[in-house]
């Protein structure tokens, strides 16, 4: 079963780093990019950027390009998504979705990673 | 940057005929891809490349493309189809990628 399992809800305080994880299976890994979804509270879908395993290539939004980082381990078929100072404004459930390539759709979600920054 | 825009929130009766539309200046180059949203669960894709309906998905969900403007229709709307639906596409040097706004579909 091809199927993306994201890491546990996360509870920070401003200032505080944060990696966050996405695990792939039942598909080749390196073969697919990894897209990164933000939803704030009660919002729409925000595309923050993707990660290209098989070359650790990545592309970002403008809004989130310099905000947060995109990296994937092929050896364990896990994309990853960091912040190094979180601010009350990145609380929200982030998502991973694998993509083929870009005229291709998010085919296959995680099921959400709940981040929430609070002081 | 790049915008898709869509209508906030369409309401429609069981057994009618749902069309959300999503418009964007790239889309007569671009595909657009459709998702379904229910609260607390993860997006699932109900339509890809403008018109392609993925394995599962049922046959009531159908999609079109015309100049700048998608539009996902939804023929005999149940209960069960209540939820928000999103856009999805990029500009078209396929730079930025972007979701709609997103419509609230409500069953009456």
């Known amino acids: 079963e091809v199927q993306l399992v994201q890491s546990g809800p996360e509870v920070k305080k401003p200032g505080e780093s944060l990696k966050i994880s996405c695990q792939a299976s039942?598909?080749?890994?390196?073969?697919?990019?990894t897209a990164w979804v933000r939803q704030m509270p009660g919002k729409g879908l925000e595309w923050m950027g993707i990660?290209?395993?098989?070359?650790?290539?990545?592309r970002y939004s403008p809004s989130f390009q310099g905000q947060v980082t995109m990296s994937a381990d092929m050896s364990t078929s896990t994309a990853y998504l960091q912040w190094s100072s979180l601010k009350a404004s990145d609380t929200a459930m982030y998502y991973c979705?694998?993509?083929?390539?870009?005229?291709?759709?998010?085919?296959?979600w995680g099921q959400g990673t709940t981040v929430t920054v609070s002081s | 940057s790049y915008e898709l825009t869509q209508a906030p929130s369409v309401s429609v009766s069981p057994g009618e005929t749902a069309r959300i539309t999503c418009s964007g200046d790239?889309?007569?180059?671009?595909?657009a891809f459709w998702y379904q949203q229910k609260p607390g669960q993860a997006p699932v894709l109900v339509i890809s490349?403008?018109?392609e309906r993925p394995s599962g998905i049922p046959e009531r969900f159908s999609g079109s493309s015309s100049g700048t403007t998608a539009t996902l229709t939804i023929r005999g709307v149940q209960a069960e189809d209540e939820a928000d639906y999103y856009c999805?596409?990029?500009?078209?040097?396929?730079?930025?990628?972007?979701f709609g706004g997103g419509t609230k579909v409500t069953v009456l």
């Open positions: 979705a694998r993509q083929i390539s870009g005229d291709n759709p998010l085919d296959v």
């Open positions: 039942g598909y080749s890994f390196s073969n697919y990019w």
């Open positions: 990660v290209y395993p098989g070359d650790s290539n990545t």
């Open positions: 790239a889309l007569p180059k671009q595909y």
């Open positions: 490349k403008d018109t």
């Open positions: 999805h596409s990029a500009d078209s040097s396929a730079t930025y990628v972007v």
